[in-house]
């Protein structure tokens, strides 16, 4: 057995010891003396045996003492073995806590913690925080906090009257529905890119369809069905040439976190819609965008609530008259837990690179895409294929396996405690997606391809 080997079979193990959710136990308490038992009592405690193996075996493993530390932040990856593209990434122990913070603010101020409390500065810096996330400049463009990407993509098109919207084959379910549902409100036209056969679209082809009419190019900066990664840079200033008043709408749902993203440098044509859930792992409610503020006067959302008012604690009647930056965007009460919970989040997550979530984007790019060529080079040595011909750089965090029977398969690597995600392409057949996340190592990706193997993997050809 070899010690990448050891240390996986050790995690898979640690799954089997968990306690029972406690939120399970809480909703069955009958008295509150119960509820207070069960509140106070310790959390299940972490898996240890996963950590010491890995700092025992460290240099066998190739790994630094700075990627141990960072990554026994996040305990939950060691309740098995992680390798999930769904859109909940594992919460890091800063997460919660922020989350309890919030929640004590609110127990002992009440209404006071908007002022008392800090709610407003906590807004601040989560406007700050995601702004350095994208590569964005609060001075030149502004953050705006949604429950998920899907509202904050409405809340841009509501915005665009008319004309084209161009966008690809591969764009994630939540754009299909966006873009048709526009063009049936204001008449405008739709032109979709066809992909490739392997899931690609290439950039040459994007690019054709910018026509003078196209007001809007709505990309996902990664495709969710294979982990094409769109070249951006190059879309962006195709946009500029071609189209220099039309909007580049990217959905970084899939990269943010992962894929360092340069909002400033691809310039006042491009907005970014993201979410916490994945690479960011910080749960649901904390989507944004990101717009530069060019837009503003262009583009009047027809959504609106008190918190769009240029002052809604003046509690002013009449026809709304909109905030000029990106608050102008949302409608009701903010999200502020969601907010705490992504902060903390991002402050774990800076952790590893000395405290700037900007380079640990740039450490987790280099991190995952070493974990995919991981991935890539063990299927082709076990002879599984995988989709798309193309190298590491070219993909997001994960990539995906082709396999015959992947329900099953999916659900068999789940009771063993790895979790994958499965997309179908015809019936059973399809992807199983494996991911890699910036606090993984080599030897969970290989002990995933191992064990799909183990289950019957691989296509029939």
Known sequence: MTHGEEVARAQLAARAAERPSRLTAMLAARTPGELRALVQAPDSPAPGEPARLRRAYAAELGLAAADLD???????????????????????????????????????HGIGVWDEGAWVELMDRYRAAVAELVGGDLARGDVTWFPNASEALCAVL????????????????????????????????????????????????????????????????????????????????????????????VDAYQTCGSIPIDAAALGDNVAIVAAGHKQ?????????????????????????????????????????????????????????????????????????????????????????????????????????????????????????????????????????GIRVDFRPSDGERGWLRVSGNAAGFAYEMEAVITAILHEGGGRSR
Not at 76 to 87: E, F, K, M, P, T
Not at 93 to 107: C, F, K, M, N, T
Not at 316 to 332: I, L, M, P, Q
């Open 70 to 108: 960072f990554r026994e932040l996040y305990p939950g990856l060691d309740r098995g073995i992680y390798a999930c593209s769904h859109s909940m990434g594992m919460p890091s122990v800063a997460g919660p806590a922020a989350v309890e913070e919030h929640l004590a603010q609110l127990a002992h």
């Open 280 to 416: 960011l792992r910080s749960g649901t409610g904390a989507g944004f965008l990101y717009l530069p503020r060019r837009w503003y006067s262009q583009l009047t959302p027809r959504r609106t609530g008190w918190w769009n008012h240029r002052a809604p604690f003046a509690f002013e009647k009449g026809a709304v008259v909109r905030a000029e930056d990106g608050t102008r965007f949302r409608s009701g009460t903010p999200t502020v837990m969601a907010q705490a919970m992504l902060l903390g989040e991002l402050a774990a997550f800076a952790t590893s690179a000395g405290g700037s979530i900007g380079e640990a984007v740039v450490r987790a790019r280099r991190v995952t895409s070493g974990l995919v060529q991981t991935l890539l080079d063990h299927c082709a040595r076990q002879g599984l294929g995988v989709r798309g011909d193309w190298p590491a750089e070219r993909r997001a965090a994960f990539v995906c396996v082709e396999v015959d029977h992947g329900p099953r398969i999916n659900e068999a690597l789940g009771h063993q």
């Open 158 to 249: 509501e915005g665009v009257e008319s004309g084209t919207l161009v966008y690809s084959a591969g764009h994630f379910t939540t754009g299909h529905y966006v873009h048709h549902q526009w063009a049936q409100n204001t008449g405008g036209r739709l032109l979709e890119v066809p992909l490739d056969a392997d899931g690609s679209v290439p950039t040459e082809r994007m690019v054709a369809a910018l026509t003078p009419d196209v007001r809007v190019l709505s990309i996902s900066h990664a495709l969710f069905e294979s982990g094409w990664v769109q070249d951006l840079p190059a879309l962006a200033a195709a946009l500029r040439e071609r189209c220099p008043d039309a909007l580049l709408l």
